[in-house]
């Protein structure tokens, strides 16, 4: 091969250490000389300190060799047991029928969804009037788009009358109600659309960024995809 970059100029210098550099007399040396020497002198200093930092390099690019192969493994083999943990949740939410928004047909079956979800939305709801029912359908499409894109709650709606003893025990007076559940326990709520702006024509968007306020859902708006660029307005007709 070509051998080393300083193995070359060390013999460069040597070389020019023999052409130009006669033998010393004897006797003192004069001023050339001396400077002659100590040009030698740091000339030697330079080519050690070059060899020094090269065989430091390579000891340090041959470490950052081995430790790449083995950290590639230990990626390869975390991102696998990932990989195989979330693989097995998702299949445990879509069991519990998370990815959908159901409605519940009694006070019984809720409970049964809120002990088994880790993470609950539930839409009280009333549809005794036009107003009633339109505030209903605006929150259901809403809420349809969230369902599949947040496997890690359970979205499920109930009519407040026919859950009356639920209504009383947790306080469900201004329909409509989302209520929010973590580890079995209510933990947030949105009464009505002031929390939403105060509009019916708020976006979905809105919607998710005031359920993730408390981690009921896992939602980050820098990382995660927008569900609508701009606002939506919803108008229903009995």
């Given at each position: 091969g070509y051998g080393h970059p300083y193995k070359?100029?060390?013999?460069?210098?040597?070389?020019?250490?023999?052409?130009?550099?006669?033998?010393?007399?004897?006797g003192p040396m004069t001023g050339?000389?001396?400077?002659?020497?100590?040009?030698?002198?740091?000339?030697?200093?330079?080519?050690?300190?070059?060899?020094?930092?090269?065989?430091?390099?390579?000891?340090?690019?041959?470490?950052?060799?081995?430790?790449?192969?083995?950290?590639?493994?230990?990626?390869?083999?975390?991102?696998?047991?990932?990989?195989?943990?979330?693989?097995?949740?998702?299949?445990?939410?879509?069991?519990?029928?998370?990815?959908?928004?159901?409605?519940?047909?009694?006070?019984?079956?809720?409970?049964?969804e809120i002990k088994q979800s880790e993470r609950t939305i539930t839409l009280f709801y009333r549809n005794t009037t036009n107003e009633s029912d339109k505030y209903t359908q605006i929150l259901d499409?809403?809420?349809?788009?969230?369902?599949?894109?947040?496997?890690?709650?359970?979205?499920i709606k109930i009519n407040a009358e026919k859950s009356p003893y639920?209504?009383?025990?947790?306080?469900?007076?201004?329909?409509?109600?989302?209520l929010c559940t973590k580890d079995n326990f209510t933990h947030d709520r949105i009464e009505g659309f002031d929390p939403l702006g105060g509009t019916e024509n708020f976006t979905t968007e809105t919607l998710r960024a005031r359920l993730a306020k408390k981690g009921t859902i896992s939602y980050d708006p820098i990382v995660d995809k927008p569900l609508n660029q701009e606002k939506q307005m919803y108008h229903t007709t009995k």
């Open positions: 070359i100029q060390e013999n460069m210098a040597e070389n020019m250490r023999e052409v130009h550099m006669p033998a010393q007399p004897a050339e000389q001396k400077l002659s020497m100590v040009k030698q002198q740091v000339t030697t200093q330079m080519l050690k300190a070059v060899r020094d930092t090269e065989k430091a390099i390579d000891n340090e690019l041959e470490s950052l060799d081995n430790l790449k192969k083995s950290d590639l493994e230990n990626i390869r083999r975390r991102r696998m047991i990932e990989l195989k943990k979330k693989a097995a949740k998702m299949q445990e939410w879509r069991h519990k029928g998370h990815g959908t928004y159901a409605e519940l047909a009694d006070e019984k079956q809720w409970f049964g499409k809403h809420i349809c788009k969230l369902a599949p894109k947040h496997m890690e709650t359970r979205f639920l209504c009383q025990k947790l306080n469900i007076v201004l329909l409509p109600t989302i």
